[in-house]
């Protein structure tokens, strides 16, 4: 079977609906570096620009810089920067499946060993654009990074040489400035990574002037970025597309129709990267906290609600969990009750992104494993869901009864079986699953649940207090906050003696949600 590249495209005839590149898209010029190659970058940002290209308002194209590794440049360049995008889902309770040849990648090169290419690179006029996916650790400022490493280690040091590369070739230009925009999943992307870059460049002691034209000259800009991005198939399901396809595609890419880019921008990124005009899911705000709290408490919030108590109740996978009606209930219930009242953003907008959570959550297409979101249950517990409880005794000096049940919920899925050396298990009926988070806080729940027997309600509340007034997990003493740990008590004791789906059900009634 012929691998996909430009010169496939020549006589190619698709057997099934597939958008194709136009021959004078490879000819457009280079306007973004993309720190970045991996699958969620090219499902999203090189989607975006393909589509505003298909639209002829972009116009460009990217050169992609592999950061750390040398593996996936080759392969990239031998399929001429093409991939194959499939986006599926639920549009309208109707499932669609779209098929896309992304054209948008000029080339790949591999920073570890073509460093002196990537600095050429940054000379082009044409560039306006850095956009990045590392990690969110990427953004770390290294103290230990040098400017004479080739390359440097760090994401910030590479940027930082790379931009006093291109200040000394273009002798300080100001209108030789860049748009840097980090598309990591991390509050205020583009100010960490400015002050990471400013710290290293004062670190290296550089030219005062290249300082101010890196401050005057470039802007970086926060970003939120989402789409689930399942990447490359398993072995069936590849077999099967390449035989609709009719050709190999080594970087065949799987995401959900979804997408969303909110952007803390001024006018002028607005004219530079017209994607709105495109009719992509783009959206320019002044102020991007509140769609950021927006993201952490709907979307991950509910995912971080609904694991525990899907898990134990013996579901696998979230569209499964989310079809379960009782599940469904609690989740539709607890986002519109105890999270979206305190967002600043208007209800009409929050409930339609409810909605959209909810539908995308359905997606037939996706396999969306409850213990690969339970990964770091703690700390996505501190911040996706606390501060709503918070928020709401704030201002009902109340408990907010399902929020707080998902917190017992937590509680007991965090009941830690076995320890041993190859890592920390819990046990849901024979069932083994692994925990991977802070080895601090696993001990700590392990130390907590060892130090009681749970069948006894006098027992289970000093677990509750135990686990509640730790400051180092919660940053706060849950205690303090009024029933909060007779409810919890409560809600474990139920779980262990009754199971989680008949408690489940309790309370739903108990709240009028489902009928007696």
Not at 198 to 212: G, H, P, T
Request: glycine residues 4%; proline residues 4%.
């Amino acid at each position: 079977m012929n691998r996909l590249n430009r010169h496939l495209l020549l006589n190619y005839k698709p057997s099934i609906d597939i958008t194709l590149p136009k021959d004078k898209f490879f000819d457009l010029p280079v306007k973004v570096l993309q720190f970045g190659e991996g699958r969620f970058i090219r499902a999203f940002l090189n989607f975006f620009i393909d589509v505003a290209n298909h639209k002829e308002l972009f116009n460009g194209r990217s050169i992609v810089i592999q950061p750390r590794k040398a593996d996936m440049a080759p392969i990239i360049n031998a399929q001429d920067g093409l991939f194959t995008l499939c986006a599926q889902g639920l549009r309208n309770e109707t499932q669609h499946q779209e098929f896309m040849i992304i054209s948008s990648i000029k080339e790949a090169i591999a920073a570890r060993t073509e460093w002196d290419k990537v600095l050429r690179i940054a000379e082009l006029p044409t560039i306006q654009i850095i956009a990045s996916n590392t990690t969110e650790a990427g953004l770390v400022y290294d103290s230990q990074d040098r400017i004479d490493k080739i390359p440097p280690d760090s994401f910030p040091g590479k940027i930082a040489a790379l931009l006093y590369h291109r200040y000394q070739f273009f002798d300080g230009d100001r209108n030789k400035g860049l748009r840097i925009l980090p598309l990591e999943l991390i509050e205020n992307n583009g100010d960490i990574l400015r002050k990471s870059v400013l710290q290293m460049v004062k670190n290296w002691n550089l030219d005062k002037n290249f300082i101010n034209w890196l401050q005057s000259a470039n802007i970086f800009y926060n970003s939120i970025v989402d789409r689930i991005v399942t990447g490359y198939p398993k072995n069936s399901e590849i077999d099967q597309f390449q035989k609709q396809l009719g050709y190999e595609d080594k970087l065949f890419n799987i995401a959900e129709l979804y997408h969303s880019w909110i952007i803390e921008a001024d006018e002028q990124l607005q004219n530079l990267i017209p994607f709105k005009k495109a009719g992509l899911n783009i959206k320019f705000v002044s102020n991007i906290k509140d769609y950021f709290i927006r993201k952490v408490r709907i979307l991950n919030g509910a995912h971080t609600s609904m694991v525990p108590i899907a898990y134990l109740s013996g579901k696998n996978f979230v569209k499964e969990s989310i079809d379960d009606p009782l599940i469904n209930i609690y989740i539709q219930n607890l986002l519109e009750k105890e999270v979206i009242p305190f967002i600043n953003l208007s209800e009409n907008e929050l409930i339609s992104y409810k909605n959209t959570i909810i539908e995308r959550f359905r997606n037939p297409f996706l396999e969306h494993n409850l213990l690969t979101i339970s990964l770091y249950s703690i700390s996505k517990m501190k911040l996706r869901v606390l501060p709503s409880i918070l928020e709401y005794y704030q201002k009902f000096n109340s408990y907010p009864p399902l929020l707080l049940f998902a917190f017992a919920a937590f509680m007991v899925f965090m009941r830690i079986d076995e320890h041993t050396d190859q890592g920390w298990f819990g046990l849901r009926k024979s069932e083994r699953y692994e925990y991977q988070d802070d080895f601090n806080g696993l001990e700590t729940f392990n130390n907590a649940w060892k130090s009681i027997d749970p069948l006894k309600k006098g027992e289970i509340d000093k677990l509750a207090t135990l686990l509640c007034q730790n400051t180092t997990l919660w940053d706060i003493d849950l205690t303090k906050l009024s029933q909060f740990v007779s409810v919890i008590s409560s809600y474990i004791y139920d779980i262990i003696r009754n199971g989680m789906i008949a408690t489940l059900k309790q309370i739903l009634r108990k709240n009028n949600l489902v009928r007696s």
